[in-house]
């Protein structure tokens, strides 16, 4: 199993990113799938989660109405698209894929700085 995310960089405040998330070695379609970021210092954090269909979406509550994640089962991708983004959202971004309550597969991470 391989997730591949992208779409990091930097990024002013109030500006906006969208981050991809590749997966490769699964039948993506039925795995729910969830990012998750950790800021230097601090714990993982839950960002939100995505069910199979995509009918089903939930956020963490730090990023309720700024964020919005979506999924393309026939390309295997699920994204993240970060809206009026704050210095507090600066961190490393994870994609993980979601089976029931448990997170099994994870991917390497994508840096995400907002500054001036």
């Known amino acids: 199993v391989q997730l591949q995310a992208s779409g990091g960089g930097l990024v002013q405040p109030g500006g906006s990113l969208r981050l991809t998330c590749t997966a490769s070695?699964?039948?993506?379609?039925?795995?729910?799938m969830a990012w998750f970021r950790q800021a230097p210092g601090k714990e993982r954090e839950f960002v939100g989660s995505i069910s199979t269909s995509g009918n089903n979406i939930k956020y963490g509550e730090s990023v309720k109405g700024r964020f919005t994640i979506s999924r393309d089962n026939a390309k295997s991708m699920v994204y993240l698209k970060m809206d009026s983004l704050k210095s507090e959202d600066t961190a490393i971004y994870y994609c993980a894929t979601k089976w029931g309550s448990t997170y099994p597969n994870w991917g390497q991470g994508t840096q995400v700085t907002v500054s001036s």
């Open positions: 070695g699964i039948t993506f379609r039925n795995y729910g």
